[in-house]
């Protein structure tokens, strides 16, 4: 699986972006997909994950009521909307593939990573 995210930018404090990440092959929906992101300085951290089917997401409490995440296994994409941006929420955002999916708010649980997009927030 080849995970391609984009959407990323530039926003100001209080806007905000919607994230994308296309995925090639055939079986995306064995996957359960998930967003981390790391700021400068700082570890990689969990952001949002959802199941296979869609039926369960999962948040960081940091993000909970900001962000949504859904998918849509048609177009083998998933997104990330991110609402009511701030500052702390800047970082490099990374989608993340996870064939087990037994527990998606777990780094290393995942097999297949994208390349990163870049989420700029400004006060």
């Known amino acids: 699986v080849q995970l391609q995210a984009s959407g990323g930018g530039l926003v100001q404090a209080g806007g905000s972006l919607r994230l994308s990440c296309a995925a090639s092959g055939r079986t995306f929906s064995r996957y359960g997909m998930g967003w981390f992101r790391q700021a400068p300085g700082k570890e990689r951290e969990f952001v949002a994950a959802i199941s296979r089917t869609g039926s369960s997401q999962y948040y960081a409490d940091s993000v909970k009521g900001r962000f949504t995440v859904s998918r849509d296994n048609a177009k083998n994409t998933v997104y990330l909307q991110m609402n009511s941006l701030n500052p702390d929420d800047t970082g490099v955002y990374y989608c993340?593939?996870?064939?087990?999916?037994?527990?998606?708010?777990?780094?290393?649980?995942?097999?297949?990573w994208g390349q990163g997009t870049q989420v700029t927030v400004s006060s």
């Open positions: 993340a593939a996870d064939f087990v999916g037994a527990r998606l708010w777990v780094e290393n649980e995942y097999d297949y």
